[in-house]
């Protein structure tokens, strides 16, 4: 009886054991993607101040400047390339 017990307690300390590092282990991970996610946040910008590359500030969705301007087309001036100009097929064709 007296070995039962001694097996059941060590059982149940290794299992608190366990759920403690998984809990640890949640815990770090968690704060691992916080930190990324802090970091990454702001639209370019993060809290520390530093800026991503490649990253525009400017909204595509903000008024533009002229009345012929329109919202949300192109890259508000930040990409530098006009529009590709397509040419329309002489024949449709087909595919069977």
Same mark, same amino acid.
């Given at each position: 009886?007296?070995?039962? %017990? #001694?097996? !059941?307690?060590?059982?149940? &300390?290794?299992? $608190? %054991? #366990?759920? !403690?590092?998984?809990?640890? &282990?949640?815990? $770090?991970? #968690?704060?691992?993607?916080?930190?990324?996610f802090?970091?990454?946040?702001g639209?370019g910008?993060?809290k520390?101040?530093k800026?991503?590359k490649g990253v525009?500030?400017k909204s595509?969705?903000a008024?533009?400047?002229?009345?012929?301007?329109?919202?949300?087309?192109?890259?508000?001036g930040?990409?530098?390339?006009?529009?590709?100009q397509?040419t329309?097929?002489?024949?449709?064709v087909?595919k069977?």
């Amino acid at each position: 009886v007296l070995q039962e %017990q #001694k097996r !059941k307690k060590n059982k149940m &300390l290794k299992k $608190k %054991q #366990k759920a !403690k590092e998984l809990e640890e &282990l949640r815990e $770090k991970g #968690k704060q691992n993607w916080l930190d990324f996610f802090n970091n990454s946040k702001g639209g370019g910008s993060s809290k520390s101040g530093k800026s991503l590359k490649g990253v525009s500030k400017k909204s595509i969705f903000a008024s533009p400047d002229t009345i012929q301007g329109k919202v949300g087309v192109g890259t508000c001036g930040t990409g530098g390339q006009p529009m590709t100009q397509f040419t329309q097929p002489d024949k449709l064709v087909y595919k069977r």
